[in-house]
């Protein structure tokens, strides 16, 4: 399959340059290009438009490695009926009186997975005018869509939790994602919103650093990426690209699994944030870490099955002890983060194509990954490990000096990525809903690694692994 005629791809934001616009490095997982003098050309404007092969090609690297992200500014936009929409639920009869309020006029299909009053799901879905199916047994998330999914003769297939909203409007700007015929799925920025009067102080934390939240990056999603997967709670698919479906004998992560089957397969998965959708936080404390804990339950079964893309942590052997050191304010901190920037450095020259500028690119990414390591390690202290962790503190000094280093780190990762949030809802709760949330998150992972008898979902990987 080839891009067509007309489609445009533009370069992403962040990259780095050199050699006169030549060589560009960025994208995720990183990657260098080197450009022809004609490749080059094409680019003049930082955009390619396909209209022959080498142009296909071009714009086709561009896209696969995340260096470029496609122009759908003007894609035709699908008509209404041209789209299924299936809105799995159990009860909520008032998320759902407003998600199907907002997918107007687009044709639904509602799955009632087994509610303890069907009745009120009943009239809410009637008056809306939507098809309903009703399931005798609870089969979960992935089990109601697939009943959904059967019924569906539509070329395209949206997906759409009940506590999700999202206007039709936005769910067809999704659908332009598919004038590349590899792209088999796409999804929308999720964003969490309160919907209480007065929220406490973990709703307000709950929607701002909804789980579901990926970023702002938009590009292909695939493990090491800069987003990985996507969220079940509002996609876009293909209908013939997903016939099978989700794997229904999954309670959770069955998106995750959804999305790197389709991956594995040759197929495009896209995440476009200048598109958004709407999630309710939780009300109740208990129900939102109830939900982290069940999200960390899955990690075991997920690792299982998809081995180490799972990985918590990815990390070559000199950054994992320079970090390391780091962490633990050693007395070697010092010479080691030297000698591992500048083998880091020599490592990152020799692999970069020969250009101008390129030593000053090696440098920049190696403190990078050094600070990226970090980074990372402070997060296995903090959430994939903190059982670990906590052990380690009641016996060593050294570790209750690693973790006061990862909460500082921590600090700083959370007020630049929360500082200018209009939903933030304060330092100190910031503080305490990241403790609880990696708590919750973390206690889920080690429940499901001791069930399946396995530190699999655990263990970091190399980058090359």
Known sequence: MTLPQGFRVRLADGLLYADGGRLLVGGSPLTAIRLSERARRMLEDGTVTVADEASAHLAERLLANNVGIPDLSAAPTAEADKITVVVPVRDRPEQLDRALSALHPLPCVVVDD????????????????????????????????????????????????SDVEVTATNLLKLVRHFSDPKVALVGPRVAGISRSDDPAWFEKYDAMASSLT??????????????????????????????????????????????????????????????????????????????????????????????????????????????????????????????????????????????????????RLAIRGLMWAVRQESALVLRHWWPAALAGTLVSRSFSKAVATALAVDAAVAVSEHWDSDARPGLAAIAAGRRLDDLAYGTGLWWGALKARSPRALAPRRPSS
């Open 114 to 161: 087994a509610s303890l009053d069907p009745d009120l799901v009943a009239q809410v879905v009637s008056r809306h005018g939507a098809d309903l199916i009703s399931l005798p047994v609870n089969l979960g998330p992935a089990g109601a869509r697939n009943a959904g999914l059967a019924t569906v003769s539509t070329p395209y297939v949206a997906f759409v939790d």
């Open 214 to 363: 990926l970023g702002t990056t938009p590009g292909n999603v695939r493990p090491g990426a800069a987003v990985a997967w996507l969220p079940s709670a509002c996609l876009v698919a293909r209908t013939d690209a997903i016939a099978a479906g989700f794997d229904s004998d999954l309670r959770v992560g069955e998106d995750v699994d959804l999305v790197w089957r389709l991956i594995e397969t040759g197929h495009r998965v896209r995440y476009d944030p200048t598109v958004e959708a709407h999630h309710d936080a939780r009300s109740t404390m208990r129900g939102w870490l109830s939900r982290k804990f069940v999200y960390g339950t899955g990690g075991a079964t997920l690792a299982a099955r998809h081995g180490n893309k799972l990985a918590p942590a990815v990390l070559s052997p000199s950054y994992a002890v320079a970090a390391a050191t780091l962490l633990l304010h050693n007395r070697w901190a010092g010479p080691v983060t030297v000698v591992t920037l500048g083998f880091a450095t020599r490592s990152i020259r020799t692999s970069l194509p020969e250009a101008s500028g390129r030593n000053a690119i090696a440098v």
